[in-house]
């Protein structure tokens, strides 16, 4: 409750004004909206607002209601005079409840009623108002607090159809000609009859409350005071929620869909569930909203198990260190910047820099590796996300992969919960001992999501107007990724989360939150981008926190001084660009960093495999590419491993069974390199 409206409230406490008077006030305000609009009128004088009072309202709230109408308050004194009520309700130890009927209840039965709720409630007294409502068919509905007692008999038969419905399903499932000859058809007459039997015990009792504010996908509702934040709840209509807000009397609620037939008033029940996605091995080759129902038109997806959204990040006992590594296929990064299995990679930089394809290229690289991957596309155009798809399915990357999608035309709640939602399904599969490499796409568009979401659930805004709570947004996201130890089952998350930045600048609100959440991060440069270095990595700037404990020995005695050489090169070249005389030992560092660098240059969708990282990179710091222009660099290494497949197959066994570069088996690499020069 604002401050103003506490005020209001000490006011009528203070006048002592009676029940039945504010009852009768708050009746006339709710039931003659003319009368409000009046007193809420600037152009009305306060002489005549003064008279409407004097005519209209009880003599005892005559004082309140000036005022408040002074104050510019009018269209506030119903909800007042409403916590008024409960307050004195409260006070006297009583309790409201509301009875819906078709018959009327007689006297015995209103009295079991009334004593029934004393018992229930541990009240004094109890008020009792009783409402004639056809609509329920027969029985009655009783609202006491914050519970629904639902005897009617709308909604048993809503149940019995409902499971019916869920019966004759299964039985057309599961039915064939064998069992219709037999007669066996007979056993969904017996379904029915039970229902029938058991038509007046389809009831409960269920914690709901009302709605009292709808817009822009955002509910509130008043009762549920015990409900959970986080929890769904479903309106009348069949549309669920998430609860987002805990207020004094109210809650906020997220709608997981249109609120198409909702309005004030309308009812909404707790389910006593966190909100979760289904979840089994059928998700392997599909693509998901955010809720997990399938939007690929392949048919229904059959879950074997519910996980929650959101969950505790496993505990530091249950990890282990980062050891085993994630090959993303790109030499660059596999070689400089290696990346883990439960590691957490920033992949950061501006529009067009080639963020996704990164990732793309790290699903692909996966293929006949055991790890299923998990591709959450955020706020993205749906024909984006189509091209993802179609890609995958080119490189046959669609087998071991899902992909959850809340896109750009999606409203902010789904866009808030698919990282989640997505996160949710990678942990089913690393808790059966899996290897799984979830990447998002993109965090700043989450972000975006989450702030409009904030925003019109009336939370203060902060920094660049993003709820204060936004880096918890994000850091209870991403430390769900981890690697498991044997006793928890050894699986492992590896999250690649994307970020956009605007014109190159990682100092900003939410690219700083999330560098200091993950383990390093990968960052592209325009600049780069656009003279033609594919990818366009920063060498200086990007950086893993795991560094040589995620690379293999082999690839890390490769690589050796790889970035100590790119980075002096880097210097050299910015120094020299004026001069037009350089010594030796100049010249031979400029042309080793051009090849270095040209070698570093990959096409799209072209991962290598380890051991071609390792020859190539040990090939181009042994100078066995010395000589060679770097126009013809590209295809000489093509040739080269070409070469190397037909008469090297035993080098190539050797470093992906031992993963080590030996002294004979660097001699060997040197001999056949030398061999397809000559």
Request: with cysteine; hydrophobic share 40%.
């Amino acid at each position: 409750m604002s401050e103003i409206n506490k005020d209001l409230l000490k006011e009528l406490i203070r006048l002592d004004v009676p029940q039945e008077d504010a009852d009768e006030t708050r009746n006339i305000l709710t039931t003659c909206e003319d009368v409000e609009s009046t007193l809420g009128n600037p152009l009305v004088t306060l002489d005549e607002k003064r008279g409407i009072i004097k005519k209209l309202f009880p003599e005892s709230i005559h004082k309140f209601m000036i005022d408040a109408v002074r104050g510019g308050q009018a269209g506030i004194i119903a909800g007042v005079l409403e916590e008024y009520s409960d307050y004195l309700i409260e006070k006297d130890g009583s309790i409201r409840a509301v009875v819906r009927y078709v018959t009327p209840l007689t006297e015995p039965q209103q009295a079991d009623l009334r004593k029934f709720i004393m018992e229930k409630f541990v009240k004094d007294d109890v008020i009792i108002e009783y409402v004639h409502d056809p609509d329920i068919i027969g029985g009655f509905i009783l609202n006491a607090g914050d519970v629904e007692y639902d005897k009617s008999y709308r909604t048993s038969l809503r149940l019995m159809r409902e499971n019916l419905h869920g019966k004759a399903a299964e039985f057309a499932g599961h039915a064939d000609e064998k069992t219709i000859s037999s007669g066996k058809t007979g056993d969904i007459i017996s379904v029915l009859k039970t229902e029938v039997k058991d038509f007046d015990v389809k009831s409960g009792a269920t914690e709901t409350g009302f709605v009292t504010r709808l817009g822009d996908g955002i509910a509130t509702v008043r009762g549920m005071n015990a409900v959970m934040y986080g929890e769904l709840v479903e309106f009348e209509t069949g549309i669920r929620g998430i609860v987002q807000n805990l207020e004094d009397k109210s809650v906020g609620v997220v709608l997981l869909g249109d609120d198409h037939g909702l309005t004030e008033g309308s009812s909404v029940v707790r389910t006593g569930k966190r909100a979760g996605i289904g979840v089994s091995d059928e998700l392997l080759g599909r693509v998901v909203d955010a809720l997990g129902a399938p939007i690929d038109g392949l048919g229904a997806i059959k879950a074997e198990d519910y996980f929650p959204i959101e969950r505790e990040a496993p505990g530091v006992i249950e990890r282990k260190p980062v050891s085993v590594p994630l090959q993303t296929g790109i030499l660059a990064i596999d070689s400089m910047f290696p990346i883990g299995r439960g590691q957490r990679e920033l992949i950061i930089g501006d529009r067009q820099t080639g963020k996704t394809s990164i990732a793309i290229d790290t699903i692909i690289n996966q293929k006949g590796k055991d790890v299923i991957c998990v591709y959450v596309a955020i706020g993205q155009k749906s024909s984006t996300v189509a091209q993802v798809v179609g890609t995958l399915k080119k490189y046959g990357a669609m087998d071991y992969s899902v992909v959850v999608c809340a896109s750009a035309s999606d409203p902010a709640p789904f866009q808030y919960i698919s990282p989640y939602s997505g996160t949710a399904i990678a942990e089913y599969f690393m808790s059966k001992g899996k290897d799984v490499l979830i990447v998002y796409d993109d965090l700043s568009k989450h972000a975006v999501a989450y702030r409009a979401m904030s925003l019109l659930l009336h939370r203060p805004p902060g920094r660049e107007a993003y709820p204060g709570d936004v880096f918890y947004l994000h850091s209870r996201l991403l430390e769900r990724s981890s690697r498991l130890d044997d006793e928890h089952g050894g699986g492992s998350l590896t999250a690649l989360p994307i970020i956009e930045t605007l014109a190159g600048d990682i100092s900003a609100y939410i690219p700083t939150n999330v560098i200091s959440i993950t383990d390093g991060q990968i960052f592209l440069e325009s600049e780069l981008f656009n003279s033609g270095l594919r990818p366009a990595v920063n060498y200086g700037l990007s950086v893993s926190r795991v560094g040589g404990a995620a690379q293999t020995k082999a690839m890390k005695k490769a690589a050796g001084n790889l970035r100590i050489d790119l980075a002096q090169f880097k210097e050299m070249e910015i120094f020299t660009q004026f001069s037009s005389e350089l010594d030796q030992a100049t010249t031979e560092l400029l042309d080793h960093g051009h090849m270095l660098t040209e070698l570093l240059k990959q096409p799209l969708y072209n991962p290598l495999p380890h051991h071609e990282q390792v020859i190539l990179l040990y090939a181009a710091q042994h100078d066995l590419f010395k000589g060679i222009p770097l126009k013809e660099l590209r295809e000489y290494r093509t040739e080269l491993m070409s070469y190397i497949r037909t008469y090297g197959q035993d080098i190539i066994s050797e470093i992906d069974e031992n993963k080590v570069l030996t002294d004979d088996l660097m001699e060997r690499i040197e001999r056949i390199v030398t061999a397809f020069e000559e």
